[in-house]
């Protein structure tokens, strides 16, 4: 319980850091120019109250001074040093055992720059440090950049353009002196060609503009302007809603029904009846501390179940078990533990742990007494009868890991062990129970070979996640569900007695005909393999679109009704939305993400839905698991701690926490053109209904900021 209430605090005192992220300064930065050669770049800062920044030139043994540095700059150059203009302080520092200059609530820095060429490019930063009365951040950056055509330049061209805008083009100019001196009927009809041909090149070099408007409006400025933190913005829109909660519910109810599946296997079934009986007998003459008993060894299983899954959370750490998700390497290791644990289970071989790990185990637990005698008999059992739930606990571990709960591990193991602890805890206390349950046989092997298939299908979702992310196109969509047809047709045919294993042989008849219930089951897989057959030509098969690749990895696709994002770009989506004068949905999504693809094929191709999204917002779909590496490795400081961010993933997914506070897919937002949210933030809900207020409520914001 210690080990437990210490966990909590730990993840309450992450919570609380995360919240506590200090920017205690904001600086704005702009060009500006006149009708000459020069300009002035400026850079102003509001410092939150308690905190100062440092003045320009303080020496080489003073704190980090103000200064601007220019990393590329062509048809431009510097005009004298940074400038600070405001409320200068001056105080000695007995730290530095020098007198210090700095600002506080509001300062300014400018730095003039003179034109060289018609054309220039201009790119740097300026370089700050800030201190408060306890602590000081680390030398900061603000990054400028600006390219473009000098004003003075530009200036003279524009009166050039003025002066001539009315002369109109030599062949249009002639055909209009032919119309006006001749009166020509041919002549006129070609004047009125000419002039439709110079509209429509008009219209298409304006949609050329616009484009190229889309791909550079935004200045570095404004870029980082987009991904300042709204967090509380955002919280304050959308109130609890309690979705961590909902997930951990989630994973604790997986978690459950894996315990259950454990328990019809060979491994455990016919345990039970030895256990109960055995503790019964142990206390002949009072019943109740033979129930008490049963109930202290259902108690010990799940104490060390929830221990195991606490175990991976703090060995590894939350984010990390986050992270593999989003990482080919473990999605490709998770794909083989599936494959491997379902030939396991189809009678390749078995997995085993040392089987003097049980005895040794078993002997301590015959030679205590009390307490730590039935503990260490549930231990026993959980080593017994690993090669039954192991495969069902690494598949259940897999999946909480790869859920983006920070707990997940913890609250499955919980599941798992409630239910495989709770038979032996009823029996115990309904003995009687024990006569009319299910004796051990053939059918335990049934489950196990079910079991078998199933995580041989999933596995597939694992490579199709590893394959996405590192742009392998190795599985598309159609093949996906070809292998999954194979593989729930085999499982069909299995089910009502047509495929047979070698397991099958050992301890029954292996002609013996399946019962009802098996060939009722093997009936629905059959008719969920050919459920999926249309879906090799582009059918939605709506049922498995949260497991297969998204639809544009089909090479062969029928069906045109599919949602695609108009950018997979933040700030090039962003300035488009600008250009546009349309508000942005934020799509934080991922190769290896279920729920987004649950939530594109049963919501997104409603057309209700379907219309606002192409219509009204631009889409933005940003993929935190795809593994393609930066043009260029980007520092940052999360935390306290530096970061490199060296995929297009690792940049989305920080932009997801440090922007918006949230981390787990799907996550949609609706903001406007400077990055703010307009209706809070919608996670994984197949209401369409719901969905579609959600989308209006943010078109309706949009339009009062207007």
Partial sequence: MKK?????????????ANAQIQSPVK??????????????LVFTAKIAAGWHVYSTRLGAEGPTSAAFKATKMDGVELVGRLQAHGKEISNYDKNFDMTLRYFEHSVTFTQKVRFTKPNYVLQGHLEYGACNDQSCLPPTTVEFEKSGKSPAVAAAKEAKAEAGKEVPSGELLAAMTIAATQGNQDAQEGLAKLQADSMAKARQDSAASMAAAANSSLSKAEKDALWQPVIKQ????????????????????????????????????????????????????????????????????????LALGLAVTQIFGPSALNAWSTKPFFNMVFFLMLVIFAVSFFGWFEIKLPEKWGNAVDSKASSTTGLLSIFLMAFTLTLVSFSCT??????????????????????????????????????????????????SGAWMNTIKIVLGFIELAFSLKFFSTADMASHWNLLSREVFLAIWIVIFAALGLYL?????????????????????????????????????????????VKA?????????????????????????DYETGMAAAKSLRKPVLIDFTGYGCTNCRNMEAAVWTDPRVMEIL?????????????????????????????????????????LQRSKFGA????????VENEGNPLAGSYAYNKDVNAYINFLKKGLDAYQKKR
């Fill in 234 to 305: 955002l919280n304050a829109q959308n109130g609890n809603d309690g979705t961590e909660h909902q997930s951990w519910s989630y994973i604790f109810l997986m978690g459950f029904l894996g315990g259950l599946l454990a328990l019809f296997t060979p491994c455990v079934w016919p345990i039970i009846p030895m256990t109960v009986s055995f503790f019964l007998k142990r206390a002949k003459d009072d019943k109740r501390k033979g129930v008490r008993d049963a109930i202290t060894y259902g108690i010990s299983i799940v104490v060390i179940y």
């Fill in 390 to 439: 192991g495969p069902i606990i690494g598949f259940l571990l897999v999946a909480s890991t790869t859920s983006g709960s920070l707990l997940g591990p913890a609250f499955g193991m919980l599941g798992f062990a409630v239910a495989l602890a709770l038979p032996f805890t009823l029996f115990a206390m309904f003995p009687s129970w024990l006569k009319s349950a299910p004796k």
């Fill in 614 to 654: 192409e219509k009204d917002y631009v889409l933005i779909s940003l993929y935190v698991d795809d593994n393609m590496p930066l043009p260029q490795e980007i520092e940052i400081k999360e935390n306290g701690q530096k970061r490199i961010l060296r995929t297009i993933g690792d940049k989305w997914s920080y």
């Fill in 496 to 540: 009502i007695g047509k495929l047979k294993f070698q397991s099958d042989a050992v301890g029954g008849d292996i002609n013996k005909p399946m019962p009802v219930p098996c060939i009722m089951l093997g009936l629905c897989s059959l008719a969920f393999a050919v459920y999926m057959v249309p879906g090799l030509w582009g059918a939605p």
């Fill in 663 to 670: 981390n787990a897919q799907p996550f949609y937002v609706p």
């Fill in 544 to 568: 498995v679109s949260a497991f297969a690749p998204p639809m544009e990895t089909q090479d062969f696709n029928l069906n045109t009704k599919v949602v695609k994002a108009h950018y997979t």
């Fill in 27 to 40: 600086f704005n930065a702009r060009l500006n120019t006149g009708k000459s050669a020069e300009a002035e």
């Fill in 4 to 16: 437990i209430t210490s966990i909590a605090v730990m993840l309450m005192l992450v919570v609380m």
